[in-house]
């Protein structure tokens, strides 16, 4: 998933401490919400660091039924298909369901990488994944279904 919508406009003092802006603050909410429908609840969220990410998701958490374990990485801010690689490749077999948050262009490029399908990530858009992999080092190497697509301003 990529972040909410982000404030532009906020006087933060870098990117990184961007917060979202309204369109934002209503946006996550929809997408976990939506989520906790289809029945996709995360076992653990590995998102990026920034404030935006941050804030995108403890808005799309009070939607959820439960607390989710969460992970918030330096690697993501930047990163890409690569850094979501290396840092799943490791998760144990008790992550079934597992959200990674972050930013474009790199989550656009991941999706490419994980599924062989292009999707345009634009704010608050969610693409759902599955593999019939065994362990997570696997499903990494594997092939992706892309199962589903969703975007706040359908929802």
């Given at each position: 998933?990529?972040?909410?919508?982000?404030?532009?406009?906020?006087g933060?003092?870098t990117?990184?401490?961007?917060?979202?802006?309204?369109?934002g603050?209503r946006?996550?909410?929809?997408?976990?919400a939506?989520?906790r429908?289809?029945?996709?609840?995360?076992?653990?969220?590995?998102?990026?660091?920034?404030?935006?990410?941050?804030?995108?998701?403890q808005?799309?958490?009070?939607?959820?039924?439960?607390?989710?374990e969460?992970?918030?990485?330096s690697?993501?801010?930047h990163?890409?298909?690569?850094?979501?690689?290396?840092?799943?490749?490791?998760?144990?077999?008790?992550?079934?369901?597992?959200l990674?948050?972050?930013?474009n262009?790199?989550?656009?490029?991941?999706?490419?990488?994980?599924?062989?399908?292009w999707?345009?990530?634009?704010?608050?858009?969610?693409?759902?994944?599955?593999?019939?992999?065994?362990?997570?080092?696997?499903?990494?190497?594997?092939?992706?279904t892309?199962?589903n697509?969703?975007?706040?301003?359908?929802?």
């Amino acid at each position: 998933m990529r972040h909410a919508k982000s404030s532009w406009t906020s006087g933060a003092a870098t990117d990184h401490q961007r917060p979202l802006n309204k369109r934002g603050r209503r946006a996550a909410p929809l997408i976990g919400a939506r989520l906790r429908e289809l029945g996709w609840i995360p076992d653990l969220v590995i998102a990026s660091d920034s404030v935006r990410t941050r804030e995108t998701w403890q808005r799309m958490q009070a939607e959820l039924p439960r607390p989710i374990e969460e992970r918030f990485s330096s690697t993501f801010y930047h990163g890409g298909a690569a850094a979501i690689t290396s840092t799943c490749s490791t998760l144990t077999e008790d992550t079934s369901t597992l959200l990674v948050l972050g930013h474009n262009p790199g989550w656009e490029d991941a999706v490419a990488d994980l599924s062989g399908q292009w999707v345009r990530m634009t704010t608050a858009n969610a693409a759902l994944l599955e593999s019939d992999a065994e362990n997570w080092a696997e499903a990494m190497e594997a092939n992706w279904t892309l199962v589903n697509f969703l975007r706040p301003k359908e929802l």
